[in-house]
């Protein structure tokens, strides 16, 4: 046994205008119940704040995080940066209680809940600070992102552009005709061949990541696999957009990739419209399951993706 015993916090309890569970699927992840009297006032306030007017003002986006922070408390945004920092944890769904199933409603929660964690990164893709994306039976993108019958491989966000990419958010907005296509996700400490990767020398070298011309950026950016916060191994990638110099750099993603998907740790997580999970993308994997085959299918998820608040 180790000299140094690791303290593990929970974050579970009933706080004053919230509930922190344990998440029934996923050991790692707590699961948010926000009072709904703080939602309804939260959604009542801002009834007239809408999607286009927070694209359009960038600082109406923290002015919305602003209200449900004075809704619910100092507390709330306390729990959840914290729970996002816990290398033990990080990371939490929270949803809307089915108190509404307007869309206008879901972008303004997440914008509100991204924006009491830090910063938003634009999304080239959209050309705003999220993403709004479906997947249905037919596809003709240059990605595995709108591919509803392919597995979408475990994967981080942001590892072709320049920007620290701390965490990820993802809400489902609808979802019809779906079977499977559960988001896929998996903790860094839990994959049995963590060491075993992180330690291969070519793990810390520098890897060229391109996007493909739907992305809107144009630019490679360098990473290592594997670097090291607070002495603990992180990660970056996804096979899609690596661009491996050697013969010996791919056969390495390729078996690491390999690894990840066939790992007991790589778990199926359902999540209702008007829910969000939001986990560090530093060391979290996720992807996406196939659907089962279906002409009426059709998914909307909405992404916002940023960096930790530095006060
Ligand atoms: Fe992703």
Redesign the pocket.
Known sequence: MSIVQQTVRSFTGKYENFEVKEHPVHHRLYTIEVDKKVLVTFLEKNKEVTSQRLEYVPYMRLVLADSLQSSIGSEFVQTIRAILHDRNSGGFTIGLQSLTIDEEDYVKFATAISHLVGGVNFDAMSGTYYARFSVKDTDHSDSY?RQAYRL?TL???GTYVDETTDW?L?MKFSEEHAAGGESRLMHLDDWEELDKFSGHPIGSCRIEYRAPSSKNVSKSVYNRTFYEVNGKPCICF?DQFAYPSTIEEAVYLKELSDSMENSRATIALPLPAGDLVMINNTFWL??RAPFEKNQKLYRELL?QRGYFAKV
């Open positions: 992102l979408f994967h981080t966000d990820l993802m996804i996720h992807g992404r």
